[in-house]
T-cell receptor, first 115, second 110 residues
């Protein structure tokens, strides 16, 4: 079974430029998460989708961040314009539909550097 | 909101046992999970507790006390490859929101 796929793996941009990250979850997983992780910190939830519906986007900085999950499968996270403080690893994760554990399977992440 | 506390660093000897504690605050508790993350890698799921008591998975065990809002991860027969960061994560609230702790960096020494 293929894992969560993310691209790109690395991105370097200048501040004020736009950037987009793409995620393909594990097949059949309806729940998809986007996290931001700073060095030495735990993952911070940005947005959670159940199918194509964003059920928790309370920590998404909506003035510059946007996300979509078309057809309830792939998802894209965008930042426009990027700021220096956005430098971090952006992780995508998905959870299976059945069971109560709701364990999350993480992708390798996109390491963003804003200069 | 939700919050968690766990020690920032722990050092243990190869072959020994180590316990990583986690205290949490949340409303409407659903469960406590543990994840392992090696440097430069992605978090991987280790265990989940929804009810009080001990869950064992090989060398790893996880314990939960809901009345104390407390849990721990127990790693036995430590190996060098267990050197990593360990995160507890609580699921709770109306949307079953998941919040991760800041992580405990475990260093296993020979």
């Amino acid at each position: 079974e293929a894992g969560v796929v993310q691209s790109p793996r690395y991105k370097i941009i200048e501040k004020k430029q736009p950037v987009a990250f793409w995620c393909n979850p594990i097949s059949g997983h309806n729940t998809l998460y986007w996290y931001r992780q700073n060095l030495g910190q735990g993952p911070e939830l940005l947005i959670r989708y159940e199918n194509e519906e964003a059920v928790d986007d309370s920590q998404l900085p909506k003035d510059r961040f946007s996300a979509e999950r078309l057809k309830g499968v792939d998802s894209t996270l965008k930042i426009q314009p990027a700021e220096l403080g956005d430098s971090a690893v952006y992780l995508c994760a998905s959870s299976p539909n059945s069971g109560t554990r709701k364990e999350q399977y993480f992708g390798p992440g996109t390491r963003l550097t804003v200069t | 909101g939700q919050s968690l506390e766990q020690p920032s660093e722990v050092t243990a000897v190869e072959g020994a046992i180590v316990q990583i504690n986690c205290t949490y605050q949340t409303s409407g508790f659903y469960g406590l999970s543990w994840y392992q993350q090696h440097d430069g890698g992605a978090p991987t799921f280790l265990s989940y507790n929804a009810l009080d008591g001990l869950e064992e998975t090989g060398r790893f065990s996880s314990f939960l006390s809901r009345s104390d809002s407390y849990g721990y991860l127990l790693l036995q027969e430590l190996q060098m490859k267990d050197s990593a960061s360990y995160f507890c994560a609580v699921r709770g609230g109306g949307y079953q929101k998941v919040t991760f702790g800041t992580g405990t960096k475990l260093q296993v020494i020979p």
